[in-house]
Structures are given as C-alpha cells and as structure tokens.
C-alpha cells in the first residue's frame, strides 16, 4: 500500500459525504491554536498561531496528481492534525487542486485567525468553509477551546461578521455542544442570527475525549434555538460507507467515529 504523508481518507463525514482529507501541517503531533476541551484527536503539544508554509505546495499537489480521476468522493477537505489555517500557502493550494480536480474544496477551521485579512483571502477560494463557535463570551471561550496566548473571542466576533459579508460560497458554523456550553446555546445561537450565519452544524463528541456528549433530547431542544436556519445534527446524519487508503492514518488525523 502506497504511504501518504499529505492526504488521507477518503472519509465519512455527516456534513460532507465522502471527504478526501488534506493536512497541510502534516506533523507527527498536532499544531493548533486552541487546546479545547473536547479535542477527539488528542492534547496540543504544539501551540502557535504564526502562519508559515509547513509544506510546499508542490509536495501536496503531486498526492493529489496520484488520486484517480474517477475517485467517489464529495469534497476536498483541508483539516487534519491541527489548525489548517496556519498553514501559509492554503490559498495557492486551493487554487492549484481547482485546475487539477473536479470536486469542491471544503476548509474545516477553528475561525480562530478569520479577523486576518489574509486568511480571509485564503478562505474566499473554497467552495465550503466550515468555521467553529462554541462561546458567546470571552470566559466561555477560554473554558472550552483553551485558545493560545493573543487569540480574542471579540476578534474571532467581528473576523466572522466581515467574512460571511464577502463570501459568496457554502458557509456553516459548527458548534461542539457540551456540558460547559449547554446553557449558552440560545445565546450562541442569537450570535449566529447576528454574524449573518444562515447554516449551522451541531454536534456533540461521539469521539472518545475528555467531554461526554448531550443527549438525543438535549439536542432537539438545542435545535430549536436555531430556528430559521439551515441545521444540521450529528444524530440523525445519514454516512456514506467509504473504505479508507490507510485506516490507521485516517483514524489518526479524522478520529473514530462521525466527525
């Protein structure tokens, strides 16, 4: 079996069908900008928040240049071990894959560098982004996602507003729902109205971490906070059955279970 160091997958994914993951921090251990409480991958051993090309752009490209053309799957997805927006060459890779492929590109981020008018350059060339909101407070926040030092909830706030104001493509917040944040979901969904968000994925950790997830019921009651958008639910998604290139790599950068 042919190693990758770059791609994995495909996956199930409940908001993505069949997902193609790209990692564009490719490290052995996870380099993220937030250590949150409920991480199915595991503890951040590497915090940064500094964006830097951790692999050339070529490298990944001639990955994806190995996929079959006739390869089922729904999206390109950068995610993976850590926060792929760190990831300085994000925009040219997006760019680069859309010439080389037919599928849609989706970026999964923690939002929590989307107040940087260069990542949100970056984001403006996917077709789906997919932006985590926990909190509807700074205390909340620092409870739950454990962000790096300089990071603010207020800028994450207002970096949401600007980018769902320009961006012309599929846009969803997806909002981890816990014991620490349960009683904040109305308000989080208030936020939501007001950041301009017209589709929301909620989700609870069916993963092994360190939170155990709401209930069925606890969820029905959360969806109907959100009233009026789109929603999805991680109970209740429908999966595609998908066999995976390496199913010990994928678990590892994807986790068990539905993301």
């Given at each position: 079996?042919?190693?990758?160091?770059?791609?994995?997958?495909p996956?199930?994914?409940?908001r993505?069908?069949?997902?193609?993951?790209?990692?564009?921090?490719?490290?052995?251990?996870?380099?993220?900008?937030?250590?949150?409480?409920?991480?199915?991958?595991?503890e951040?051993?590497?915090?940064?928040?500094?964006?830097?090309?951790?692999?050339p752009?070529?490298?990944?490209?001639?990955?994806?240049?190995?996929?079959?053309?006739?390869?089922?799957?729904d999206?390109?997805?950068?995610s993976?071990?850590?926060?792929?927006?760190?990831?300085?060459?994000?925009?040219?890779?997006?760019?680069?894959?859309?010439?080389?492929?037919?599928?849609?590109?989706?970026?999964?981020?923690?939002?929590s560098?989307?107040?940087?008018?260069?990542?949100?350059?970056?984001?403006?060339?996917a077709?789906f982004?997919?932006?985590?909101?926990?909190?509807?407070?700074?205390?909340?926040?620092?409870?739950?996602?454990?962000p790096?030092?300089?990071?603010?909830?207020?800028?994450?706030?207002?970096?949401?507003?600007?980018?769902?104001?320009?961006?012309k493509?599929?846009?969803?917040?997806?909002?981890m729902?816990?014991?620490?944040?349960?009683?904040?979901?109305?308000?989080?969904?208030?936020?939501?109205?007001?950041?301009?968000?017209?589709?929301?994925?909620?989700?609870?950790?069916?993963?092994?971490?360190?939170?155990?997830?709401?209930?069925?019921?606890?969820?029905?009651i959360?969806?109907k906070?959100?009233?009026?958008?789109?929603?999805?639910c991680?109970?209740g998604?429908?999966t595609?059955?998908?066999?995976?290139?390496?199913?010990s790599?994928?678990?590892?950068?994807?986790g068990?279970?539905?993301?």
């Amino acid at each position: 079996m042919k190693k990758f160091k770059y791609i994995y997958g495909p996956v199930s994914s409940w908001r993505l069908g069949s997902s193609l993951g790209v990692d564009p921090l490719s490290h052995k251990d996870k380099i993220c900008t937030y250590d949150c409480s409920y991480c199915q991958i595991g503890e951040t051993l590497l915090f940064s928040s500094k964006r830097k090309i951790f692999a050339p752009t070529r490298v990944i490209l001639k990955e994806i240049s190995t996929m079959p053309r006739n390869l089922k799957i729904d999206y390109i997805t950068f995610s993976g071990n850590g926060e792929p927006t760190l990831a300085k060459n994000l925009g040219v890779m997006i760019k680069r894959i859309k010439k080389m492929r037919k599928e849609k590109i989706a970026v999964i981020t923690n939002a929590s560098l989307i107040d940087r008018s260069d990542v949100q350059e970056d984001l403006l060339q996917a077709d789906f982004v997919l932006l985590k909101f926990d909190a509807n407070a700074e205390d909340l926040f620092i409870d739950i996602n454990r962000p790096s030092p300089g990071i603010k909830f207020g800028n994450i706030v207002k970096g949401i507003k600007k980018f769902s104001a320009m961006y012309k493509g599929r846009l969803a917040l997806q909002v981890m729902l816990v014991k620490k944040n349960k009683a904040y979901a109305k308000e989080i969904a208030k936020m939501a109205v007001k950041l301009g968000i017209k589709e929301v994925q909620l989700n609870t950790p069916l993963r092994e971490c360190a939170e155990k997830p709401l209930s069925k019921s606890d969820m029905n009651i959360i969806k109907k906070y959100f009233k009026g958008m789109k929603i999805d639910c991680v109970y209740g998604a429908k999966t595609k059955q998908v066999k995976p290139m390496d199913r010990s790599d994928a678990e590892r950068r994807h986790g068990r279970g539905k993301r």
